[in-house]
């Protein structure tokens, strides 16, 4: 079965304490890894999608990369406006563009 | 720039009582569309998605039916809501060829 697993569930982290979320994913065929910021009560909002093993993409104190079977969100010197849940989702070939999210990680940046 | 749209925010209804939420993209053109449910401490379930005008595949069988009646139009329905519809509805689209889905500010929805 086609499943995409992140962890930790919930991650707190200081100001400036760089730390990294997990995305793990067993599908039969990956076409797209999308990641996600989602606040609370809001609809998601789109980071990164990364479509080969070893692609990296960066946008300010967040870097996606991606291997073979997993996906990291390496946060850099977080802030307390870095606090969201972030969502991975596995787009799998042949599936007309559905996407198979994670549960998420809840970050808490704290002073 | 391409926006999109939901309403209601925030919705409260009995058990029994029929739904109608609706979805309305700006500043594209036949997008894909696609409605997914966010129940707590749980990833975002796909219900249905539509290429076209008419077209419309569900993923999970349910009390909901979506329909799709102009371009940028997507409305999701019930004639008699469930306990269990209670949620967080998140409507989507993407582009052409274009694989990534960008969301709307979602409805909550409470059935008591």
């Known amino acids: 079965e086609d499943q995409v697993t992140q962890s930790p569930e919930a991650l707190r982290l200081q100001e400036g304490e760089s730390s990294s979320l997990n995305c793990s994913y067993t599908v039969s065929g990956l076409r797209g890894l999308f990641w996600y910021r989602q606040d609370p009560g809001k609809g998601p909002e789109f980071l990164f999608t990364l479509y080969s093993a070893g692609e990296e993409k960066e946008k300010e104190r967040l870097k996606a990369t991606l291997t073979k079977k997993e996906s990291f969100l390496h946060i850099t010197a977080p802030k307390p406006e870095d606090s969201a849940t972030y969502l991975c989702?596995?787009?799998?070939?042949?599936?007309?563009?559905?996407?198979?999210f994670g549960t998420g990680t809840r970050l808490q940046v704290t002073l | 720039s391409q926006t999109i749209h939901q309403w209601p925010a925030t919705l409260v209804q009995p058990v029994g009582s029929p739904l109608s939420l609706e979805c309305t993209v700006e500043?594209?053109?036949?997008?894909?569309l696609y409605w997914y449910r966010q129940a707590a401490g749980r990833g975002l379930q796909l219900l249905f998605y539509s290429v076209g005008i008419g077209q419309i595949s569900s993923e999970v069988p349910q009390n909901l039916s979506a329909s799709r009646p102009q371009d940028r139009q997507f409305i999701l329905s019930s004639k008699k809501l469930l306990l269990s519809d209670s949620g967080f509805y998140l409507c989507a689209w993407s582009g052409g060829s274009e694989d990534t889905q960008y969301f709307g500010p979602g409805t909550r929805l409470t059935v008591l």
């Open positions: 989702a596995a787009r799998l070939t042949g599936t007309a563009s559905k996407l198979t």
């Open positions: 500043g594209t053109s036949n997008p894909n």
